[in-house]
Every structure is written in structure tokens, then in C-alpha cells.
């Protein structure tokens, strides 16, 4: 055995960290976000062995090389139960919708989106790391809707964490909002910020530069800027490849770029993919971005798909990282200047290299409806708008394997747009149908770093 796998930051200037470290601690110290200081490969032979194995299985030979210094026994212990509560065996089905089209359900947790494959693992390895430290921690989850509910059916109730999750308020729907507002568990304080999503985002960023406030809180995050996260959803692009034996093009919708980014680092560890497209709403960033150099926010335009209404794409820097060949220097003086200016002119060589790996297509609301009316005509099943945005995005593209959609969400957490496509109401599954019923806990608090850093205080004390 050779030494753990270290973490290194995109901005250069924190020490090099373990994995444990890094799951702790969520973002670098600097302000950067932690990527492997090399990326372990898997072979065609490994990644061909996958085909016909558990997902747990698949889990856990990937995980065992990015996260090797948690220890063999804890990941052959909590990868199993972390996909336990899942409504199909498979955790992550692929359904043939057409010839040699396909849609990646990733919505079979117990919240019903993408984001429990990766929080379910991510909650009950840092419940155990901060227990073998004998540590507390206050988590931060900045969400636009799923993330949240999600942090809080992995850490609600577990010992030792304070859960503060904070999202826009009036911009999630009302399955989201109550899947986060009805539960009942003590260590879980809820945020409706008077304000957009990024603008969630930048608070949980600032509190986290504060150094006093972080380290007196032991502040961690389980954002997709978390690199466990992105971690844990790299396995299903290897599940699906596996099980296809061929190379496909996958068309995510995506909004923060964790859930794409994570089939890059598949790509960098291996796996044969022939392309990523990033399917974005209204809110085009990175559509913009990939076809003129220029990554500029604008406004955040509220949209049928809500989680992906997003201007500053987090997990954007990880890929900037790496198509600027991994310089950090030249990472960090272009987060800061698009931190102070809002926009970012890509160099030439560097917007080869995202394009040589992406390509991006906006979808209006318009096409939103009509993927949803499209899809339910021609398969019988509902679909959620975000999964629309990815099978509109796939209208029309080539490619010369098979083509994955991801379907991040259950059509029943957004049931107006699947109605006003449709006509039809999805129906809730049996173990959510109980969130009409809870009475629903939220603080609405201004948009202003003060109020959340006092409330935080207030909530969950010195650490």
C-alpha cells in the first residue's frame, strides 16, 4: 500500500489534506475547492468487471481510491447501508426510452432526487469521522431546492452535527419546501433567504472566509462543493458505461456543475465517455460561457426548473482548474476576478479544453413543457422538469454511441409543471405523502451576511 491519496486546493494556497480532512472540512481555507492531487485510474478491464455488479460493490472500489484514508473497514460498513433505503435494488436503473436512448433515474432515495446517492454516504461518513475525532460540527447547506432535503434525511437526529440549511425563499416548490419545513429532528435549523440561490450560496462562501466564526462554529459543508459529493456521484456514470459496454454521451441537467463535473472526474479516472452536455434553463451561464469564453452572471430568472436557477455555477472552478492545466495560480487570479467584476474572459487555450470535454444547450420553459408533454406521449411516464430540460437538450444531438440522459428528480416533487404539461398529477410516493400533514419550521431571514452569522450563533453556539 502506498501513501493516501492526497487533496491539493484550486487556488494553491492551502496545505495538501487527506480525505477525511477534506470531508470535514468541505472547502479549502483558502476558498478553493479540493480536487485529488492526481486522479487514480481505473483500467477498461476494471471498468468492463463493473457490468452485472452491485452498485454498492461498483461504490465501493471506485470510492476505495478517492477516499483511502477512511479506512477500509468504515467504507465496507457504511457504503452498503447508505443505499439500503433505496425503493430499487439497483440505486441507479437505466431505462431504454428509444433506440439507443436511454434515461439514468437517480431519484429512488428517500427524497426523491439525485442528490441522496450522493448525501446518504456523505452523512454517515462524516457522522463517523466526527465521532472517531470526537468532534462536533455545524453543517451549511446552501440549496435550491433539493439539496437541502436531502442534507436533511442524511444528517437529521445524528449525534453531534447542527444541520442549517438555507434556500430562496418562494423559489422552490412546495414538495421541496415541505420536505425540508416538516421535519422534526432538533440539530436541523431551516432558512428561507429573502433572496436567490446564489445569493444563499455567497453567504454560506463568506462565512466559511470568516476563519474565527468557522473555526469557533467547526463549520463543513455537504454542497457538491464538498468533493465527497462529487466522489460518490462519479459511480453512476461508471454503472451506466459498464452496463452499456460502449462509450456514451451524457446529457445532464445541471445547474451548479457538481452533477456533470462528476463525469469528468469518471473521465479523468478512465472511464470512456464520448461527451458531456450541460443542459441549462433560462439561466444560461454556462451555455454562454462554452460558446463565447466569457463566464459572466447575470440576474437570476426564476424558472419551471428551480434547482437549476442558478447564475454562479460552483463547481465551475473545479473544471477551470484542470482545463488551465491544473495552474492554480492562474485558477485563483481568475476566481478573483470574477468574484469583483461578475465576468471572466476563458483563454484561448483553456476554452479548448472545457470544449474538447463539454458541450451546453439552454432550454426555455416553452421546451420545459413540451419535453414533458413529448415524453409522456410517446412512454407513458411523468417526468420533472428538470429531467425535461435534459431530454429537450438531447433533441437533435448526434452521437456515435448510446446518449444517457440524467432524470435528477421524481416527476412528484414538481407537480404544476407536470400538470400543466400533462394534465396528469404524479402521484406522491407512500413515504413522502406523510409531508402534508407535518407542520412546517422555517426562520425567513433578509439576505445579509450579519443576520445568518447571528442566527447561526444563536442556534448553535460555540463548538
Known amino acids: 500500500m502506498g501513501e493516501p491519496l492526497k487533496y491539493v486546493s484550486t487556488r494553491g494556497r492551502s496545505p495538501a489534506q487527506g480525505s477525511e480532512d477534506v470531508l470535514i472540512s468541505g472547502l479549502a481555507p483558502d476558498g478553493g475547492l479540493f480536487l485529488p492531487q492526481f486522479w487514480p485510474q481505473l483500467s477498461r478491464?476494471?471498468?468492463?468487471?463493473?457490468?452485472?455488479?452491485?452498485?454498492?460493490?461498483?461504490?465501493?472500489?471506485?470510492?476505495?481510491?478517492?477516499?483511502?484514508?477512511?479506512?477500509?473497514?468504515?467504507?465496507?460498513?457504511?457504503?452498503?447501508?447508505?443505499?439500503?433505503?433505496?425503493?430499487?435494488?439497483?440505486?441507479?436503473?437505466?431505462?431504454?426510452?428509444?433506440?439507443?436512448r436511454f434515461l439514468l433515474?437517480?431519484?429512488?432515495?428517500?427524497?426523491?432526487?439525485?442528490?441522496?446517492?450522493?448525501?446518504?454516504?456523505?452523512?454517515?461518513?462524516?457522522?463517523?469521522?466526527?465521532?472517531?475525532?470526537?468532534?462536533?460540527?455545524?453543517?451549511?447547506?446552501a440549496t435550491s431546492g433539493d439539496t437541502g432535503s436531502a442534507a436533511i434525511?442524511?444528517?437529521?437526529?445524528?449525534?453531534?452535527?447542527?444541520?442549517?440549511?438555507?434556500?430562496?425563499?418562494?423559489?422552490?416548490?412546495?414538495?421541496?419546501?415541505?420536505?425540508?419545513?416538516?421535519?422534526?429532528?432538533?440539530?436541523?435549523?431551516?432558512?428561507?433567504?429573502q433572496g436567490s440561490f446564489d445569493d444563499a450560496q455567497a453567504i454560506v462562501k463568506a462565512l466559511f472566509?470568516?476563519?474565527?466564526?468557522?473555526?469557533q462554529q467547526n463549520l463543513t459543508a455537504v454542497n457538491s462543493i464538498n468533493f465527497v459529493r462529487i466522489a460518490a456521484q462519479a459511480v453512476y456514470y461508471f454503472t451506466a458505461a459498464a452496463a452499456l459496454g460502449a462509450a456514451p454521451t451524457f446529457v445532464v441537467p445541471t445547474g451548479n456543475f457538481g452533477d456533470v463535473f462528476a463525469g469528468e472526474a469518471a473521465m479523468r479516472m478512465g472511464l470512456p465517455?464520448?461527451?458531456?452536455?450541460?443542459?441549462?434553463?433560462?439561466?444560461?451561464?454556462?451555455?454562454?460561457?462554452?460558446?463565447?469564453?466569457?463566464?459572466?452572471?447575470?440576474?437570476?430568472?426564476?424558472?419551471?426548473s428551480p434547482s437549476?436557477?442558478?447564475?454562479?455555477?460552483?463547481?465551475?472552478?473545479?473544471?477551470?482548474?484542470?482545463?488551465?492545466?491544473?495552474?492554480?495560480?492562474?485558477?485563483?487570479t481568475a476566481m478573483e476576478q470574477f468574484t469583483q467584476h461578475r465576468s471572466l474572459t476563458i483563454a484561448s487555450t483553456a476554452l479548448e479544453n472545457l470544449r474538447a470535454r463539454y458541450d451546453a444547450v439552454a432550454i426555455s420553459d416553452t421546451q420545459t413543457l413540451l419535453?414533458?408533454?413529448?415524453?409522456?406521449?410517446?412512454?407513458?411516464?411523468?417526468?420533472?422538469?428538470?429531467?425535461?430540460?435534459?431530454?429537450?437538450?438531447?433533441?437533435?444531438?448526434?452521437?456515435?454511441?448510446?446518449?444517457?440522459?440524467?432524470?435528477?428528480?421524481?416527476?412528484?416533487?414538481?407537480?404544476?409543471?407536470?400538470?400543466t404539461a400533462t394534465g396528469q398529477v404524479p402521484l406522491l410516493p407512500e413515504r413522502l405523502r406523510a409531508l402534508y400533514e407535518g407542520e412546517e419550521r422555517q426562520?425567513?431571514?433578509?439576505?445579509?451576511?450579519?443576520?445568518?452569522?447571528?442566527?447561526?450563533?444563536?442556534?448553535?453556539?460555540s463548538k
Open 45 to 100: 478491464e476494471d471498468i468492463a468487471g463493473f457490468r452485472g455488479k452491485a452498485y454498492a460493490q461498483v461504490a465501493r472500489e471506485i470510492l476505495g481510491r478517492l477516499l483511502d484514508d477512511l479506512g477500509a473497514e468504515v467504507l465496507d460498513r457504511e457504503i452498503p447501508l447508505a443505499y439500503a433505503d433505496f425503493a430499487t435494488e439497483e440505486v441507479a436503473p437505466l431505462r431504454e426510452i428509444a433506440d439507443g
Open 209 to 215: 472566509a470568516d476563519r474565527n466564526f468557522a473555526a
Open 105 to 141: 433515474e437517480l431519484f429512488h432515495g428517500p427524497t426523491l432526487a439525485f442528490k441522496d446517492i450522493a448525501l446518504q454516504l456523505l452523512g454517515r461518513l462524516l457522522a463517523q469521522a466526527l465521532r472517531r475525532r470526537g468532534q462536533r460540527a455545524t453543517v451549511l447547506a
Open 371 to 419: 419535453a414533458i408533454t413529448r415524453h409522456y406521449e410517446r412512454t407513458g411516464q411523468l417526468v420533472d422538469p428538470h429531467t425535461a430540460v435534459g431530454l429537450a437538450a438531447a433533441e437533435g444531438l448526434a452521437s456515435a454511441g448510446p446518449l444517457v440522459v440524467l432524470a435528477t428528480a421524481h416527476a412528484a416533487k414538481f407537480p404544476d409543471a407536470v400538470r
Open 308 to 332: 437549476m436557477d442558478i447564475q454562479v455555477a460552483s463547481n465551475f472552478e473545479r473544471a477551470l482548474f484542470e482545463a488551465f492545466a491544473r495552474d492554480a495560480g492562474t485558477c485563483r
Open 153 to 193: 434525511a442524511a444528517l437529521g437526529g445524528r449525534e453531534g452535527i447542527e444541520l442549517f440549511v438555507i434556500h430562496p425563499l418562494g423559489r422552490v416548490s412546495e414538495v421541496q419546501r415541505r420536505q425540508m419545513t416538516t421535519c422534526r429532528q432538533a440539530n436541523v435549523h431551516n432558512i428561507a433567504l
Open 273 to 304: 465517455v464520448e461527451r458531456l452536455i450541460v443542459a441549462t434553463n433560462a439561466n444560461d451561464i454556462l451555455a454562454r460561457t462554452l460558446a463565447t469564453g466569457i463566464y459572466a452572471a447575470g440576474g437570476v430568472r426564476p424558472t419551471l
Open 443 to 461: 426562520t425567513v431571514l433578509p439576505n445579509d451576511l450579519d443576520r445568518v452569522r447571528d442566527f447561526i450563533t444563536a442556534h448553535a453556539g
